[in-house]
């Protein structure tokens, strides 16, 4: 009778899902991964510090026909400052709170069960 | 007309973006294990990632050209799409549904329609969503490839291919965590470009009262098109949405963002990617926040284009009010920024793509795939069937993409296709979570009859018989009919059939659902007040309420 609920199919195949991931997570392999894995605030800080540091560049050489384009303001300059000191943000908090395995980890194991 | 000179700088800038983008994609595939890994990111977000995630998967083309044109065509009004639609919803879905979502572990968001109703609700969902999901990918596709012709004068072919190809390689090795990384990523690139191009557009029009006096000068705006409110009484529309203010806070807000906001399973999976309940709820308040502030650099550039461009409204070619955004690139963005920005347009389109391949993998490979084709397969089948849906996905969305080069408002077609499912689906949903009553049958009858009176509405208008005002307008009313033909079915259905019984829908509806969090009980860092859903909504709410008084004066 279970097999022609198609409601308790559906909750099987979500259990079945659980289980595959539940298993994984209690391997060795899964923390050492988690831990090796990269932190996008680096990446994010990273990128935005690259693109601020060029643009800010720009913008100490730039012609006054540049800044013409752009309103009469040195758009370079200010955008580049603004992301240099967005990238300095996340690098920061990278430096702050650096990111732990057991952030990747505690996924609630007590989570309510549907059944 | 509008090509850039754009200098070796500027192809750097795009060329590192995609560097990295694709780092993020190898990085992301040694973390995938698992189906859950794949399709869910293992849900092991923090909160912070999948809030920003969440919005930036709605930041494509539709948005960032759609709004902005919105902007240029109807004025301040355009904000509504923001503060009365896109926020309160996240507060909603954040504070009421995420718990039956999350708790449920469903997979998607068709899933719980299959646990709460029955197979044929379930299957008539899945396939519309994702047969919607993917034509949306092509268009985000398209429109791309149109921005990027109109600035760098690439063949519509190279960008579609380079681009989707891009998302295809990130998708197939990271699946999930690398779409979702990859969106918070784009979505600091986007603003990089466009909150400098509306402050240099700002200072071109003589600042916040410069544009305000060309906006009430310029002929097809006016001064009411600098209020959001002013204008929409019922009888007596004149400001330019064209929409009185009923449509406007039902059609709209009630239930078209409702309907978007809450159900879509492009935006709720990145919420179940998120590590547990608590960061679920938190991910669309999150969101909220930069939400908020998104109109001031999409529809305010939209203003600035429409009293900087000269003849910008075209109803075909580069002036068409779709290019608002990128000609005030062209025209303002000196080399350097201009990089900046075109990498950000660039990312948003991608990542639109990219948002609903992710939905539309995990759509085909557990709604469709597991739940009537093949279903007890291991787990890492799945992963390997989630892996060619995505290919397969992306190879349709690349032919709907060229489908739509054909076709001058297919772009139009396809946004009224998505509303037609969209509208009624937040009736169902309502039903479904806080009526335990409702049938398995009337899930089915209810959405049926709600997507047809949309397309009864939308088709009425369009071939002349009903006058509803602007298009705009017609699609409010459209979707204030989805929904009530959707909610009078769904509870005559459940009035003649017979409901399940509650131990069924435990976990699925109000009052057989346990809401709070056990994390947050057990883990004091959980516990702070600015932690709560119901402080981080108020707080939203409030700061809509309080945008919206500085725009009544």
């Known amino acids: ?5 198609p409601q308790s199919e559906a909750r099987t195949q979500i259990a079945e899902t659980e289980k595959a991931e539940a298993e994984e997570v209690e391997t060795e392999d899964r923390a050492a991964r988690a831990a090796g894995l990269f932190d996008l605030r680096m990446i994010i800080g990273g990128l935005l510090s690259l693109y601020g540091a060029v643009l800010f560049l720009m913008g100490l050489f730039a012609s006054s026909a540049i800044r013409s384009k752009a309103a009469g303001i ?6 580049g400052l603004a992301l240099l000191i967005a990238g300095a943000f996340f690098l920061t908090w990278v430096l702050l709170r650096p990111l732990r395995a057991a952030d990747l980890q505690d996924a609630d194991p007590d989570r309510p069960n549907v059944e | 007309m509008f090509r850039v000179h754009a200098g070796a700088v500027d192809y750097a800038i795009l060329a590192v973006y995609f560097l990295v983008v694709l780092g993020i994609g190898f990085a992301a595939r040694r973390y995938v294990r698992t189906g859950l890994d794949f399709f869910l990111s293992g849900r092991s977000m923090p909160a912070w990632i999948t809030g920003l995630a969440f919005i930036a998967a709605n930041l494509g083309a539709l948005e960032i050209l759609g709004l902005a044109a919105n902007g240029a065509k109807y004025g301040i009004a355009t904000v509504h799409f923001y503060w009365i639609g896109a926020v309160p919803a996240m507060v909603f879905l954040g504070i009421v549904m995420m718990p039956f979502y999350y708790n449920s572990k ?9 646990l709460r109703f029955n197979d044929p609700t379930h299957v008539l969902n899945s396939l519309s969503f994702a047969v919607a999901t993917v034509l949306i990918a092509g268009v985000n596709l398209f429109a791309m490839a149109l921005v990027i012709r109109l600035l760098l004068g690439w063949p519509l072919a190279l960008s579609i291919v380079l681009a989707a190809g891009i998302v295809l390689i990130y998708i197939t090795l990271g699946g999930l965590s690398s779409a979702i990384y990859n969106e918070v990523l784009q979505f600091f690139v986007i603003m990089a470009g466009l909150v400098p191009l509306t402050l240099v557009g700002l200072k071109a029009v003589g600042g916040w009262s410069g544009l305000q006096d060309k906006i009430s000068a310029a002929k097809g705006l006016g001064p009411l098109a600098l209020h959001p409110w002013q204008g929409t009484g019922v009888g007596g529309v004149t400001n330019p949405i064209g929409a009185n203010w009923i449509s406007i806070v039902f059609g709209l ?6 309907g978007y906001w809450t159900t879509n399973f492009a935006e709720v999976q990145r919420a179940l990617a998120a590590k547990n309940l608590s960061a679920a709820r938190r991910t669309p308040l999150i969101g909220a926040f930069p939400k908020l502030l998104i109109p001031f650099v999409v529809v305010i550039p939209g203003l600035i284009a429409a009293v900087t461009v000269q003849g910008i409204g075209a109803k075909t070619g580069d002036l068409q ?3 608002a955004i990128p000609i005030l690139i062209s025209k303002y963005l000196p080399t350097g920024m201009l990089g900046i920005a075109i990498t950000g347009l660039l990312a948003a389109f991608m990542a639109g793509v990219a948002a609903n391949v992710t939905a539309f993998n995990t759509v085909v490979s557990y709604d469709l795939w597991q739940a009537y084709v093949r279903k007890h397969e291991p787990d890492q089948y799945y992963v390997r069937f989630g892996r060619i849906a995505t290919v397969v996905g992306v190879v349709i969305a690349i032919g709907t993409a060229f489908i739509a080069a054909g076709y001058n408002s297919m772009m139009d077609y396809i946004q009224a296709l998505f509303s037609f499912f969209n509208a009624p689906l937040f009736a169902t949903f309502i039903i479904a979570m806080f009526w335990r009553r409702a049938t398995p049958w009337a899930g089915f009858w209810g959405l049926a009859a709600g997507t047809l009176a949309a397309v009864a509405v939308h088709f009425l208008h369009s071939r002349g018989p009903l006058d509803l005002g602007s298009p705009l ?16 079915v769904t509870v ?3 009035l003649a059939t017979k409901p399940k019984p509650d131990n069924e829908l435990s976990g699925l509806v109000w009052g057989l659902t346990k809401t709070e969090d056990v994390t947050a009980e057990r883990d004091p860092a959980e516990r702070v007040w600015w932690r709560r859903p119901a402080v981080l909504g108020a707080i939203a709410l409030a700061i809509t309420a309080l945008l919206y008084l500085v725009f009544l004066f």
């Open chain 1, 1 to 5: 009778m279970a097999d022609s609920d």
């Open chain 1, 74 to 79: 040195n758009i370079n300059l200010w955008a």
């Open chain 2, 106 to 114: 469903v997979r998607s968001v068709p899933e719980y329609l299959r």
């Open chain 2, 253 to 258: 807000g009630f239930v078209l963002s409702f």
């Open chain 2, 321 to 323: 009010f779709n290019n």
């Open chain 2, 473 to 488: 307008s017609a699609d409010f009313w459209g979707a204030v009919a989805a929904f009530v033909v959707d909610a009078v």
């Open chain 2, 492 to 494: 005559g259905v459940s």
